[in-house]
């Protein structure tokens, strides 16, 4: 049902208005990091690792059309086995954030970059959920968190935050007249009100301490990144398809 509730709203008005920054933020995010393997958690229907050099790329979600069904709570990757990991608003949707980003953190190899979206409770969009609670159904019957608390759940997970940004700064209009009338608040509140964009994103690097990186090995097999014991596609299988 969310899957569902959440593709259609990203086809409204303020849905594509959305979409649109977010995937400029992704699209820059995900260009400059290299390795092997990528997931994406979450919103399946929507392909924020587009612009990611990494050669296998696959996504990971409870509904679909995600490549891999999981739980984000229980990825069911080996540990220390990506290189890049997407959370596109998975935070404000699970029972418990912090075991998602316990989870993220346990995949990630040393070094390896996380890259996260969500939606600002200190902003218009915040003022908005308050005011008419989950009633209108996606995406505010989510749990908005706080960027602090987020930072400070990534730092004692040893997840250094490397860098941060916000946008949309117009209020959550869902009128596309009005969205254009009001363009002129972008670029005015990522000056005047850095933080009281309607969404923000984090990038952060799991760092290991007193431990010497190693390189993983251009012939590791792929197939290796699940856990043994999960029951999901093997992920060669998307490499040899992408391979074709």
């Not at 899957?3 to 992704?26: A, C, I, K, M, V």
């Not at 029972?95 to 993220?104: D, I, K, S, T, W």
Request: glycine share 6%; aromatic share 10%.
């Amino acid at each position: 049902m969310l899957s569902r509730l959440n593709t259609e709203w990203f086809d409204t008005p303020l849905g594509q208005h959305l979409l649109f920054r977010e995937q400029q933020y992704f699209d820059d995010a995900v260009s400059d990091v290299f390795g092997f393997n990528a997931v994406q958690v979450g919103l399946p229907h929507l392909d924020f690792l587009r612009n990611s050099r990494i050669p296998l790329r696959v996504s990971c979600a409870v509904e679909a059309p995600a490549d891999v069904r999981a739980d984000p709570m229980f990825l069911p990757f080996e540990s220390q086995s990506l290189d890049l990991i997407l959370l596109p608003h998975v935070l404000e949707y699970s029972a418990n954030p912090h075991q998602v980003l316990r989870e993220a953190e346990r995949v990630l190899r040393p070094e390896g970059r996380l890259v996260l979206a969500g939606f600002n409770p200190r902003s218009l969009w915040g003022l908005a959920r308050r005011l008419q609670g989950g009633e209108r159904g996606y995406p505010w019957n989510g749990s908005f968190l706080n960027v602090s608390r987020v930072k400070d759940w990534m730092a004692l997970l040893g997840l250094e935050v490397a860098a941060g940004s916000m946008c949309c700064y117009r209020p959550p209009v869902n009128q596309e007249n009005w969205l254009r009338r009001l363009r002129f608040m972008e670029p005015a509140g990522d000056r005047w009100w850095a933080m009281g964009g309607g969404v923000y994103f984090l990038q952060a690097v799991k760092r290991v301490q007193g431990m010497t990186i190693i390189q993983p090995q251009w012939s590791t097999p792929v197939a290796q990144l699940l856990a043994p014991a999960a029951k999901v596609v093997n992920l060669e299988h998307y490499r040899m398809r992408r391979e074709r």
